[in-house]
């Protein structure tokens, strides 16, 4: 296919990396059952130690980009991914008490190497290239974290939940071995080019952008809607006489979908506008939301979930795109790591805010995701307007900077 041509074959074997770290990458979702199980712990303590590890997730989201700005992406990436994997292959030898710094630092280290691993992608792929090659690493991923969880379930429940962490730790340690030796040094500095050349910071970057300045709230916006479908959602289900089952086969419709054609997708719609794409997307997650309150059966939640499906088909991978296409050279890891910290704000945010709206009026919860998520969707569609302003020229004049010529 000609689009997959344009993906580097450096982005393809990041990718082959991504998929095998994924398939053993599935202690979080075991770790609340990890912690009243084995560790004992009550389910208040449990919820404690899993948020504080969500902050660690988020804070390293938001920063990984300024590391990698200054110390370069590959740099970053490979000791954030190897001090996470130490951190995790750790875990069954630490005393409880000592989860309480350990966990938090991992995720940290997780989500510093997952924006400076975007960033890697952006500065390594040259412009016009750069939906297909975000949804090839993120159909690696998906593909990896549909086989993981089952892998998951059989070692926990046959062997020990000390061994997911141990291979855990053992593939983030394996993927900066890997990185290391699919992508070339070449390029690497110790300091941002920014301040040295009179480029200017982030925010001069970002005010000249406007259309970035509104997509990055409606992300924020949507995630926390959009994982609405991993706390009040199943709830929701459960009330109305729904079981795990159900909920279980709606994420199987999720995972498939995505990764049947999220990829295919993404090549069919990559010459369109990447603000009309979001924008379709956003508004798809909103209206998923919007027909739960019409019934409560089986038929309305598979309709809310392929709509919300297809809304993440849309929007995500264009959006990571849209935004590294849109950011200059010298901040390009600053502004992957601001839309990695709002794309995966609901981590920490979803469930305290849904879930406190759920018990105060139940009726209320869905309504208020679903104009949310078309608020946001119209948002990000009048954000097509701003592009004839300061914004769109430099984005029409932006040159497409060679591969060889990127810092990573």
Request: proline share 5%.
């Amino acid at each position: 296919m000609r689009g997959l041509r344009d993906v580097p074959r450096t982005v393809w074997l990041l990718a082959c990396g991504a998929f095998a770290n994924m398939v053993v990458s599935v202690g979080f979702a075991y770790l609340f059952l990890y912690l009243t199980g084995p560790r004992g712990l009550g389910a208040g303590e449990a919820g404690l130690l899993s948020g504080a590890g969500g902050v660690g997730l988020v804070a390293g989201n938001f920063t990984g980009g300024w590391y990698g700005d200054r110390f370069g992406h590959r740099r970053v990436l490979l000791v954030a991914a190897a001090g996470s994997g130490l951190l995790l292959a750790a875990v069954p030898l630490l005393p409880t008490p000592a989860l309480y710094l350990v966990l938090p630092v991992a995720q940290y280290a997780s989500g510093v190497q997952r924006a400076a691993n975007s960033a890697l992608v952006a500065v390594i792929v040259p412009e016009g290239a750069r939906r297909q090659a975000f949804a090839v690493v993120r159909a690696a991923s998906n593909g990896g974290f549909t086989v993981g969880p089952v892998l998951g379930a059989l070692v926990a429940t046959r062997f020990s939940y000390d061994w997911l962490y141990v291979a855990e730790g053992l593939g983030s340690l394996g993927l900066a071995c890997w990185t290391a030796r699919v992508v070339p040094a070449r390029g690497a500095v110790k300091r941002a080019a920014g301040p040295d050349r009179g480029e200017g910071g982030v925010w001069p970057a970002l005010r000249a952008r406007p259309a970035v300045l509104v997509l990055l709230p409606a992300i924020l916006v949507v995630d926390i809607v959009y994982r609405q479908q991993y706390s009040t959602f199943p709830v929701y289900l459960a009330d109305h006489g729904l079981d795990a089952r159900v909920y279980g086969s709606l994420l199987a419709i999720n995972g498939g979908v995505l990764l049947c054609l999220e990829l295919p997708v993404a090549l069919a719609l990559r010459r369109r506008s990447p603000l009309h794409i979001v924008g379709g997307g956003l508004l798809l997650v909103g209206a998923g939301y919007a027909v739960l309150p019409t019934g409560a059966g089986l038929g309305t939640a598979i309709v809310m979930m392929t709509l919300l499906t297809l809304g993440e088909l849309l929007y995500k991978t264009t959006a990571t795109a849209y935004v590294a296409d849109r950011a200059p050279e010298h901040v390009q890891g600053r502004f992957q790591s601001l839309y990695a910290g709002v794309s995966i704000s609901g981590v920490v945010l979803a469930a305290p805010l849904g879930g406190a709206l759920y018990e105060a009026a139940p009726g209320v919860l869905w309504p208020v995701c679903a104009g949310l998520g078309l608020a946001a969707g119209g948002a990000v569609l009048g954000a097509g307007r701003l592009r004839r302003g300061a914004d769109g020229e430099a984005e029409a004049e932006a040159p497409v900077v060679r591969v060889a010529e990127r810092r990573v």
